[in-house]
């Protein structure tokens, strides 16, 4: 039996049906990012599971107990939030240990377990501070540390790393599965960043237009995209998807034969979803590759990105390691674009409905 249960739940704003008819399951330990665009409904989603917010219908079990109708005190549920959401006049112990307080638990096991949360989460020399004389990636280990304190039985973490520097978040991408993990806690994390979705999660659910559009392993989500729009969320520079159109025993793509060695659907039209490492550059000419010029070379961390154009003005991104020197010296001053040649790699290549831009 899952741990979580959230059956055909659906909530309303007026008009607007930010959730409608969701259903899914946690099992215990499991750490379920829900990924979506800004809107999408992920905080009103923990809104509901945090009991903070009443569904128009649907419900909500948890450890196979329908807690639908349960205020938020009465859940065995703890949630964090993007803005900290710290008592400004309180130290850091003490906002720490509001849940026990709260819950009268003594003052000796109150401090035994802030120090020991404190700890986990290295702020144990700053909890005599006030907030404001807390960094943000203070701050928010605070907030997190006052999420686990009590123990809950399930975590949601609404964007929690949003709010800090790019340091603090790599950080905590790698400390926060390690120690939730330590403490078999259950945990529901929303973000908007595909990176932090693909780093910490067990499984993500892509939320959109009130429900899941996919819910899987992160590898899946990225390799195997049950949509065009699933696969532009994943991928810095985003999935090139090109109209694509049969031709024989290929594709015509960008005004170019590819062959297609049966990889791709049998029917006339559809869109191929190819990802920019999987696009090859070259200066010399090569079969069934798509003239191209280059636009733009840029760095990207570790590796390059290349804007091309082909000779239709179709768009096409590329990625390759830096070093990769396609154009040795870099793009000439001027106007003059280096002319060359893009070999799409049909074998590790997506392809979706024209119309509704399903994966087939």
């Known amino acids: 039996m ?33 990924f979506g665009p800004s809107g999408a409904g992920k905080t009103v989603l923990l809104r509901l599971i945090a009991g903070m917010v ?17 205020n938020p005190e009465q859940r065995d549920i703890a949630m964090a939030f993007q803005n900290f959401a710290l008592y400004p006049h309180m130290s850091a112990f003490d906002n720490i240990g509001s849940p026990l307080r709260a819950a009268k638990v003594g003052e000796a096991e109150r401090r035994r377990r802030v120090e020991e949360a404190a700890k986990l989460l290295r702020i144990d020399h700053v909890l005599g501070h006030l907030p404001r004389a807390l960094s943000n990636g203070q701050k928010q280990r605070t907030a997190l540390a006052r999420s686990l304190v009590s123990e809950p039985s399930l975590l949601l973490l609404d964007d929690p790393l949003r709010n800090v520097d790019a340091k603090v978040r790599y950080e905590m991408r790698l400390e926060l599965p390690r120690l939730l993990r330590a403490r078999d806690t259950t945990v529901v994390y929303v973000t908007q960043d595909y990176k932090e979705a693909m780093a910490l999660g067990d499984r993500i659910a892509v939320l959109a237009d009130g429900g899941f559009q996919q819910i899987d392993t992160p590898e899946r989500v990225y390799n195997a995209p049950a949509s065009a729009r699933i696969a532009r969320l994943f991928g810095d520079p985003p999935i090139n998807l090109l109209p694509a159109v049969r031709s024989g025993a290929g594709l015509r793509v960008a005004s170019s034969e590819i062959a297609l060695d049966g990889a791709a659907p049998d029917r006339a039209e559809c869109t191929m979803g190819v ?46 390691p830096q070093g990769t020197h396609v154009v040795p ?19 590790r290549s997506h392809f979706f409905e024209t119309a509704s831009g399903a994966r087939v």
Not at 12 to 30: C, H, M, P, Q, T
Not at 55 to 64: A, E, H, Q, S
Not at 329 to 347: Q, T
């Open 54 to 70: 009443r569904p128009d219908r649907g419900r909500v079990l948890l450890g196979g107990s329908d807690i639908t109708d349960d």
């Open 275 to 320: 990802r920019p490492e999987d696009v090859i550059v070259s200066l010399e000419q090569a079969s069934g590759a798509i003239p191209v010029e280059i636009d733009a070379v840029t760095p990207l961390n570790d590796r390059q990105v290349m804007l091309l154009r082909a000779d239709d003005g179709t768009e096409i991104f590329a990625s390759q």
């Open 2 to 34: 899952s741990f979580l249960s959230i059956d055909r739940l659906s909530k309303s704003y007026r008009k607007n049906e930010v959730i409608r008819d969701l259903s899914f399951a946690v099992d215990r330990g499991e750490f379920l990012v829900v």
């Open 329 to 347: 010296g870099g793009l000439p001053s001027g106007r003059e674009r280096p002319r060359a040649w893009a070999r799409l790699d049909v074998s």
